[in-house]
């Protein structure tokens, strides 16, 4: 079989280009051995649920508090775990860390295929890592690291990259997809046969994906994205899958000479001027999993000097941010055809919650009118084709994280949401609307 390197498409016959992904030269000759009988450790017996201990279902706390929270309160036992970035963003650094902590309570083994004893003994000292029971192996045969997992009987595995490692019955070069796919499927058998913990690390394509492709993500239990902005040096690592917690759920972190540290309050990352408030600048509150975050959604409106008009966002959907442009002209008429539309999330962090549409609308408004909206007020609401202000979720969990914050006088949310609250802001205002027209008058007019 003939088998693309990028996606995975399988053709009996040598293809120049892939007829899925349309990459070219990317098919690979692959022959897959399969044993009749295969390993003994693959054997299982039926067991009845009502049977099964509750001990393996306790959660493992990783002792970084932050971590904790993206994996959903903790390890499981058996779990197998996907960590993904692009190159230099902290993926090692993370695991060997997590590794540290681990260690002070059972056997950790690292495995690094990529990376030398030199190399990862210079990283530990950087980090002042000096853990008894943490052991390194530089080895990239999968049944050569199940031999040594089985005789010194580890509890974590974490395995730097699937990428750099292969497995001897699978008849193909590493990185392919079938290596991939096998060596994820092997790592993952042993993990839910003899509840070792296994970390995997995985490689990102030009479009921020994990190589492999996709079925790898289908494979694993937890899939972790490590994101950052060039130059900052600020982490971002949110949970796109977990079969154990939340979807969605993200962590900050500061990488620093000494490591990874743990940024527990995102209010002063994702809202830095709290104090003065500026034209084309707007304070929200959405929900990424369970964590109710405030921050700044920024435009920046201008007559365009060219014949076509620019339109550009960071952080947020763009074919959401014109189809809000394309609201606000047609039903508060409010002439933006000609004009340079750009907007940007401040932190550098990507929201896909609809709540943000309306202090999304707002802000433009606010750059394209030159007019500041008022301080200390925030906005909560989605906004329909009709630009009515439609319910969202969580109206109480962002309501506590407004009261949290201290600053805030006034909350807009829709009118439908009013009914619902529960929660007691003290001197701060909860204004129901139901237009966005109504917002606008409210503030400027």
Request: proline share 3%; with cysteine; hydrophobic share 40%.
């Amino acid at each position: 079989m003939f088998a693309c390197n990028s996606c995975g498409y399988k053709s009996i016959k040598w293809l120049g280009k892939c007829p899925v992904c349309e990459s070219w030269e990317s098919f690979i000759e692959e022959e897959v051995l399969i044993s009749k009988n295969g390993p003994e450790w693959l054997s299982s017996r039926p067991t009845l649920l009502k049977e099964v201990s509750s001990q393996k279902t306790e959660r493992i706390s990783t002792r970084i508090a932050e971590l904790d929270k993206v994996l959903g309160g903790g390890l499981v036992r058996g779990e197998v775990i996907l960590v993904g970035g692009e190159p230099g963003v902290g993926k090692s650094t993370l695991l060997l860390e997590t590794g540290s902590k681990l260690s002070e309570v059972s056997k950790v083994l690292y495995v690094s295929a990529e990376e030398s004893t030199e190399q990862v003994s210079l990283r530990a000292k950087r980090l002042n890592i000096s853990a008894d029971n943490l052991y390194f192996l530089n080895e990239d045969n999968l049944e050569n690291i199940y031999r040594h997992l089985k005789e010194e009987k580890f509890d974590f595995l974490i395995v730097d990259s699937i990428q750099a490692v292969c497995h001897p019955g699978i008849n193909a070069q590493k990185g392919s997809v079938s290596q991939i796919k096998g060596c994820a499927d092997f790592l993952t058998r042993i993990a839910k046969t003899s509840g070792v913990v296994v970390f995997i690390v995985g490689h990102v394509t030009k479009d921020g994906s994990i190589a492999g492709p996709k079925l790898l993500e289908h494979i694993v239990d937890c899939v972790l994205y490590f994101e950052s902005e060039i130059l900052s040096t600020y982490r971002i690592l949110r949970a796109t899958k977990n079969r154990f917690g939340p979807a969605g759920e993200l962590a900050a972190f500061e990488m620093t000479s000494l490591g990874l540290r743990e940024v527990k309050s995102l209010f002063d990352l994702f809202l830095p001027h709290k104090d003065k408030t500026i034209a084309g600048s707007c304070i929200v509150c959405v929900v990424e999993g369970i964590r109710p975050i405030i921050l700044e959604l920024q435009s920046l409106a201008g007559r365009s000097g060219f014949g076509m008009v620019r339109r550009r966002s960071i952080g947020f959907d763009f074919n959401r941010f014109c189809l809000l442009i394309a609201i606000i002209e047609k039903r508060l008429k409010i002439p933006l055809s000609s004009e340079d539309v750009f907007f940007n999330v401040s932190g550098g962090i990507k929201i896909n919650d609809p709540s943000a549409d309306l202090g999304a609308c707002l802000a433009i408004i606010s750059s394209y009118k030159e007019k500041t909206t008022p301080l200390g007020f925030i906005f909560l609401g989605e906004v329909g084709l009709g630009a009515e202000i439609r319910p969202i979720s969580n109206i109480n969990l962002r309501l506590k994280a407004i009261k949290r914050g201290g600053i805030f006088k006034k909350v807009f949310i829709p009118q439908v949401n009013l009914k619902e609250v529960e929660v007691n802001l003290g001197d701060v205002k909860i204004k129901g609307v139901s237009a966005l027209k109504e917002v606008v008058q409210e503030i400027w007019e």
